[in-house]
């Protein structure tokens, strides 16, 4: 992570815009906060990327929230290449006195460097593959597979600066570090997938009972015999595992199995659209 920071700040001097990327269902835990302050001096778009995956009236306030930081930010799902059309247009507008001024000094058609930035698993090679119109870079739904900076040309005066995946040595807080977890950002083999789930589980059923709920087809009845009882979160897995299928030997819960079976469904979209962090 050390030596990806050196690189970035070395390379900025070549930079006229730098593009960060943010999951929208977890904009300020996906945010490193040295990019900012390495950033602050060139013009500005921030995405909030995966927006087919969450809230969308929450991905508006986050919209308008760093809207006030930013030159702009846009939503883009670079899966499906939603709102990648409005980021090559900004990306020209935003340069477009900057060229003008090097046309006059004799600059005809001044390539654009443009900066890809954002921690790992935001998307970063599925947007670069979107905008490039092709498949060069690996893409995977798990952190880490950029491993390198490398540059990609987009059009005859374009060219985007990819980079890895840049976290931070010490988490702010458990809350930032569960819902990197949450999201895959924090690789799988190196937690407890229970532990992960079981927070995972709680927060849904606080603040996104009913998508929970009709996912996994648990009705309020169940909730309510479980609900008072000293682990009712715990219980409640239970119940998931048994309606998934989850059992072993001895009609007991696999927890481990349906954790794992949750953690997926969330990453996939499949419990709805899921925004984890409010204004």
């Known amino acids: 992570m050390a030596k990806t920071k050196k690189e970035i700040i070395n390379s900025m001097s070549l930079i006229d815009i730098v593009i960060e990327i943010l999951d929208a269902r977890i904009p300020l835990s996906s945010r490193n906060p040295d990019i900012q302050s390495i950033t602050k001096n ?5 995405l909030l990327n995966k927006i087919d995956l969450a809230d969308e009236k929450k991905t508006l306030k986050w919209k308008e929230y760093f809207s006030k930081e930013a030159d702009s930010c846009l939503l883009t ?5 939603k709102g990648i059309n409005m980021v090559l247009k900004k990306i ?14 004799g ?14 698993n ?30 990609i040309r987009i059009g005859n005066n374009q060219e985007l600066l990819d980079t890895p995946g840049v976290l931070w040595p010490k988490f702010e807080s458990e809350e930032v570090a569960l819902n990197l977890a949450f999201t895959g950002t924090i690789k799988d083999d190196i937690l407890e997938v229970t532990e992960i789930a079981y927070e995972l589980v709680k927060r849904l059923e606080k603040f996104y009972h009913i998508n ?35 059992i072993i030997a001895g009609g007991k819960e696999d927890i481990e199995r349906v954790s794992k079976i949750v953690l997926d469904d969330f990453r996939n979209g499949r419990i709805g659209k899921i925004t984890l962090e409010e204004v």
């Not at 009705?219 to 239970?238: A, D, F, G, T």
């Open 42 to 46: 060139k013009k500005k778009i921030i």
């Open 77 to 81: 799902d670079s899966n499906s290449g």
């Open 92 to 105: 020209e507008e935003l340069m477009e006195e900057d060229k003008k001024k090097a046309s006059l000094r």
């Open 107 to 120: 600059r005809i058609n001044k390539t654009t460097r443009v900066m890809i930035l954002g921690i790992p």
């Open 122 to 151: 935001v998307g970063k090679s599925s947007f670069i593959n979107r905008v490039a119109k092709n498949n060069r870079l690996e893409v995977a739904n798990r952190p880490g597979v950029t491993k390198q900076k490398q540059w």
């Open 212 to 246: 929970l709920f009709e996912r996994y087809k648990i009705s309020e009845e169940e909730w309510n015999e479980i609900k008072n009882l000293q682990n009712p979160v715990y219980e409640l897995i239970k119940i998931i595992a048994r309606k998934r299928g989850a």
